[in-house]
């Protein structure tokens, strides 16, 4: 199976910060990486695809970079809502796998 | 927007067989690769497995002896049994549609929870 880790496991940010997520998979994927995120109570939430492509209707403050093995999620300037756990998961083969989460909490 | 719909039994007794529905709003069942997932109260996400428009399925090794999926078009819905279940089943389970080969799951359901518990 193909391992998905990421950094860091939790973070404390303020609104209007800058945040970058790792995401790391333990062999190459090229770029099928996808990213989520999972406010509490709430299903996860379709972010980005392609590893860079982003779902109709994300804010553009979302970006996703990378190829390979190594990859990131980076929110520009952290909005209120942007409050969750985000997922990454690769989709280049099964068993689809996720890392373990990175949870952006208020600083 | 679709809007999928997981039913089940919300509490399932330890050793039984658990049987979860995920409803798909429209024709698009043969569309579309249909997944299960699990999250643990606290805990990640964790890949069950899918189900393939001709009846198809790819399943996690580590639950694989214990999941079956299958899929009824005429009925529009997709189902996930487990067997043998214990108390490490206890869940929030998913279901999801995979938007395209390798394009990532961009729709979920609200989720059902299981709790395993005699």
């Known amino acids: 199976d193909i391992q998905m880790t990421q950094s860091p496991s939790s973070l404390s940010a303020s609104v209007g910060d800058r945040v970058t997520i790792t995401c790391r998979a333990s062999q190459n994927i090229t770029t099928y990486l996808i990213w989520y995120q999972q406010r509490p109570g709430k299903a996860p939430k379709f972010l980005i695809y392609g590893a860079s492509s982003l779902e109709s209707g994300v804010p553009s403050r979302f970006t996703g970079r990378g190829s390979g093995t190594d990859f990131t999620l980076t929110i520009s300037s952290l909005q209120p809502e942007d409050f969750a756990t985000y997922y990454c998961?690769?989709?280049?083969?099964?068993?689809?796998?996720f890392g373990q989460g990175t949870k952006v909490e208020i600083k | 927007q679709v809007h999928l719909q997981e039913s089940g039994p919300g509490l399932v007794k330890p050793s039984e067989t658990l049987t979860l529905i995920c409803t798909v709003p429209d024709a698009s069942i043969e569309s579309f690769f249909w997944h299960w997932i699990r999250q643990p109260a606290g805990k990640g996400l964790e890949w069950i497995g899918r189900v393939y428009p001709r009846g198809s399925a790819n399943r996690n090794p580590s639950l694989k002896s214990r999941v079956t999926m299958s899929l009824d078009t005429s009925k529009s819905q997709f189902s996930l049994t487990l067997t043998s279940v214990t108390a490490a089943d206890t869940a929030m389970y998913y279901c999801?549609?995979?938007?395209?080969?390798?394009?990532?799951?961009?729709?979920w359901g609200q989720g059902t929870l299981v709790t395993v518990s005699s």
């Open positions: 999801a549609r995979e938007g395209g080969a390798g394009r990532g799951l961009d729709h």
């Open positions: 998961q690769q989709s280049y083969t099964t068993p689809r796998t």
